[in-house]
């Protein structure tokens, strides 16, 4: 690269930011790490690692030769993750912080931070990538996909447009939480390691010594990590316990309060003993909320019809070209490591609704609903309900 341009790579102390940064040094960029503290409640706890990761980023960027910078985003994270997260449990749902903290803070906080650092790109180590596409372009609403009424779609020709596509490793593709990512964010954002396999990071950070090359992926994120869910979320939800009551509407458990479980849901039930029309070996799962009564629906077996759904809506919308795709076939996952689910997208007004080919299951309000056309990510939205 003849003309040395800035990156700012969000190091995590992980093996996958580590690669990214040592990619784009040996491709001539001047490269900056920054590891970002998003959580202080409780930070000497044995389950949040961000001290040790902070050691670990560090030790990465001495071994590539890289500066890198600690920087504080707890306050920002409190207020446009957290406690959208807390709102979206006490109202019966299961948000999805990860898609939330990529859109608010790794490309948001981060981006301008990074921005105010002189850099002309940020990268990150997310399996994803981004492709230029050169116009038309559609110049239309805002991010949220309203239309102002009357107004028509216009194209700019010779725009150049940014596609979100997947890693090309299916079993590593982080674009379900990045679908929220709008058009200035990916015309800022590289992927480094989106073009590689899992195996050949690895790798790549073996050979070069890096200390992270074997180090376990993060499976959480940080302000749960790996402390039991249920105990975290007590500290700061109000919970009243109730009943857990059959599809026959039977009394077969109590719940501890409904915040504290998710759609098909199969752990920590306490369930045992109750026989139902010859499937007493059965597993049960969590099936359905009533929030104004205050009762838990659980059903046995896996396929139960409660726990399978053929359409959804969605609201909250966000588009990756700043505009909605067009009513038809595409397809969607309504959770991560899901195979895409071939689908009929239908605008509503506010938002959209999804009718699947085949009957998804454990369809979650709360969770996101995005949308692919192949290898495309086109965005998508927040569940608001299935059917």
């Known amino acids: 690269m003849a003309n040395r341009q800035r990156v700012v790579v969000g190091l995590s102390g992980g093996v996958d930011s580590a690669v990214s940064a040592w990619l784009l040094k040996e491709q001539g960029w001047e490269v900056v790490g920054l590891f970002m503290k998003n959580w202080e409640d409780d930070d000497d706890d044995a389950y949040c690692s961000s001290r040790q990761d902070f050691l670990d980023a560090a030790a990465v960027a001495d071994v590539i030769g890289i500066e890198i910078e600690h920087v504080n985003f707890a306050a920002e994270y409190k207020d446009r993750v957290f406690a959208e997260f ?63 009424p009357g107004e028509q779609e216009r194209c700019d020709v010779g725009v150049v447009r940014y596609e979100l596509l997947k890693g090309l490793d299916p079993a590593k593709d982080q674009s379900y939480f990045l679908h929220r990512l709008n058009q200035a964010q990916l015309s800022k954002t590289l992927f480094p390691v989106g073009e590689l396999a899992k195996t050949e990071v690895r790798r790549i950070a073996r050979d070069i010594g890096l200390p992270v090359a074997a180090k376990k992926d993060s499976t959480g ?19 009243a316990p109730g009943p857990m009551l059959d599809e026959r509407g039977r009394e077969v458990g109590r719940h501890v309060g409904l915040s504290f479980y998710t759609l098909g849901q199969r752990q920590g039930l306490g369930i045992g003993g109750v026989k139902s029309g010859g499937g007493e070996h059965e597993p049960w ?52 490591r899901q195979a895409d689910a071939p689908c009929r997208l239908r605008p509503l007004p506010d938002g959209f609704a999804l009718d699947f080919d085949t009957p998804q299951w454990a369809v979650t309000p709360g969770q996101s609903a995005v949308l692919y056309d192949g290898e495309v990510c086109l965005g998508g939205g927040v569940i608001a309900s299935a059917g």
């Open 86 to 148: 807390l709102r979206e449990y006490q109202a019966g749902r299961t948000p999805n912080p990860d898609v939330l903290c990529n859109a608010e803070i790794k490309f948001k906080a981060f981006l301008d931070h990074a921005l105010r650092l002189g850099a002309g790109k940020i990268a990150t180590g997310h399996y994803a990538r981004v492709r230029e596409v050169a116009g038309p372009a559609v110049a239309g609403p805002p991010q949220d996909g309203r239309r102002p």
């Open 221 to 239: 994120i940080c302000f749960i990590g790996e402390r039991p869910f249920r105990e975290f979320l007590n500290r700061y939800l109000s919970h």
């Open 285 to 336: 799962y969590v099936a359905r909320k009533e929030i104004e009564r205050n009762v838990l629906r659980v059903v046995q077996g896996h396929e139960h019809p409660w726990l399978l759904s053929s359409t959804l809506t969605a609201d909250d919308c966000s588009w990756v070209a700043g505009t909605p795709p067009a009513p038809g076939a595409l397809a969607a996952k309504t959770r991560y």
